[in-house]
């Protein structure tokens, strides 16, 4: 690995951020000329102030065993049983999938070992985002088994910061946000509200406001009531939780599909920049238009409507953490690209579907980054490849 990258890395582990360009220039000098290795770095973050301040906001988080939730799913075959039951949700997402007449992108978040998004990147043409913090889960290893080239992975621990740095730059048409909300320090309903914005629909399922302390978070079921009802929600199921005392186990939890009824829109070029509206004045966002037969982004800056290019964008995918396609995978994607008269190939210009890149915007000015040997070498220089 590349010191730039581990650096990064560093900063996104024990400070949960990115580091600057400069904290990544300095160190970088540092290390390279031997002043300190990776290991002081560590040490060095891990003695800042910002470091203790996470730690305790952090310190009343407790790991837990990691069980197999749903089934591992490798080439359409169970390989082996989660202890949740995950066909009738599946039924229920597959059914409401099928009304789209077009390629669709879904994000699952809090995707454990795949089962949704393998089985839908199965069976519908599309982009299928997993997000998964947990390693153990073994999810990057299956999407290498299963080698389906429509899977991106992002091996991630997502807050709420991140959720709404998302929202800024993409819009996915699904999000599942399967018994993952409560998985969030931030308030549950900060959370799918963030949610449902990125998204034209999400399904939802939620503990049962009785579950006991085998659900994570239980003791805020209660207090935190949500208000789905701005999302015009229909019930499509009911499960039991499979999880904790035989009580619990059969709690039921509800799982609803919610629609975003406010605009859609991509409210910045990536993230770090300033936002379209208070760099140009209002209305001056990407307004994305989308039904189950097509989906189109309008620029307001720039009298410009065209189809919207399912995926994300590489920007994105390294930032928060994308490791499959793998980064050997994202060379050879670079290298094999296909672009004429190539103008500004920053990776927030080029977008990712799992087996291609396709570069946009390539009418603007000229910039710097404006070959795939500059690409690459930029990549590098950010700690992000
Ligand atoms: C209860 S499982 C739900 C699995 C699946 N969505 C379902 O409903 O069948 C939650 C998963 O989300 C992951 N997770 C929890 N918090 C997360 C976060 N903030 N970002 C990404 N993944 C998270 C956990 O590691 C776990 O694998």
Not at 188 to 210: G, K
Request: proline share 3%; aromatic share 10%; charged share 30%.
């Amino acid at each position: 690995m590349s010191i730039r990258k581990s650096i990064r890395e560093q900063y996104l582990k024990f400070l949960d951020r990115e580091p600057t360009l400069d904290d990544l220039d300095f160190y970088f000098q540092e290390i390279k000329n031997k002043k300190i290795n990776l290991e002081q770095l560590s040490l060095i973050l891990k003695n800042s102030n910002e470091f203790v301040k996470l730690q305790k906001v952090n310190s009343d988080k407790i790991s837990r065993k990691i069980d197999t939730y749903n089934d591992v799913r490798i080439k359409g075959q169970t390989i082996s049983s989660g202890y949740r039951e995950s066909e009738d949700r599946y039924e229920e997402i597959f059914k409401f999938c099928k009304k789209f007449n077009r390629p669709i992108s879904v994000l699952d978040l809090g995707a454990a070992e795949g089962y949704f998004t393998f089985r839908l990147s199965e069976d519908f043409s599309g982009v299928f985002i997993a997000v998964e913090s947990d390693s153990q889960r073994n999810l990057l290893d299956s999407c290498k088994k299963n080698n389906n080239r429509n899977i991106l992975l992002l091996e991630k621990q997502m807050n709420l910061k991140n959720l709404k740095n998302l929202k800024e730059v993409q819009h996915f048409d699904i999000v599942l946000a399967l018994n993952i909300v409560h998985h969030f320090d931030e308030p549950f309903q900060d959370v799918i509200d963030t949610l449902v914005s990125m998204s034209s629909f999400c399904f939802f399922e939620h503990p049962n406001s009785l579950e006991n302390s085998a659900t994570k978070n239980s003791h805020r079921l209660k207090n935190e009531k949500l208000n789905l009802e701005k999302f015009e929600p229909q019930l499509l199921n009911k499960n039991e939780s499979g999880l904790g005392d035989s009580t619990n186990k059969k709690l039921q939890r509800s799982m609803w599909l919610l629609k975003n009824t406010k605009s859609k829109t991509i409210d910045r070029p990536w993230r770090g920049t300033q936002k379209y509206n208070d760099e140009f004045g209002p209305d001056t966002q990407i307004d994305i238009k989308s039904n189950f037969d097509e989906i189109v982004i309008d620029y307001s800056l720039r009298d410009e409507s065209r189809p919207w290019i399912q995926g994300i964008d590489l920007r994105t995918f390294l930032e928060n953490n994308g490791v499959y396609p793998t980064n050997d995978d994202i060379l050879n994607l670079i290298d094999n690209m296909k672009v004429d008269n190539a103008r500004d190939l920053g990776p927030h210009n080029l977008i990712l579907n799992g087996h291609e890149l396709f570069a946009i915007d390539q009418n603007d000015k000229l910039d710097p980054v404006n070959t795939k040997e500059k690409l690459k070498s930029f990549l590098e220089q950010s700690g992000l490849l």
